[in-house]
């Protein structure tokens, strides 16, 4: 009778209990490999990484914006300069 029990445990133990943690392991190992090439292919930003980006463009428009400030006044004032002053010494 113990012997019975005893293979019964066993058999129990290899079959049954390890057929499913072997089962539960490769799920769970396949979830994982899947998910690493997932975020491999289509990387996720956090959302740290978004403000950074946008802070990087809102840089790089100050100073496109502060360049063609720049020209426009320094072309602006050249001819307005010019203009008034002969109409000044006219009147």
């Known amino acids: 009778m113990v012997l019975f029990s005893l293979v019964g445990q066993i058999v129990e133990t290899v079959i049954y209990r390890s057929g499913f943690f072997l089962v539960q392991q490769t799920c769970s190992l396949t ?3 899947g998910s690493f090439i997932y975020t491999q292919y289509n990387p996720r ?6 403000l950074c980006i946008e802070m990087k463009e809102l840089k790089r428009e100050i100073k496109q914006l502060k360049y063609e400030n720049k020209y426009e006044n320094k072309y602006e004032n050249k001819y307005e300069n010019k203009y008034e002053n ?3 010494n006219k009147k």
């Open 86 to 88: 002969k109409y000044e």
């Open 45 to 50: 930003l956090t959302e740290v990484e978004l």
């Open 31 to 33: 979830h994982w490999f």
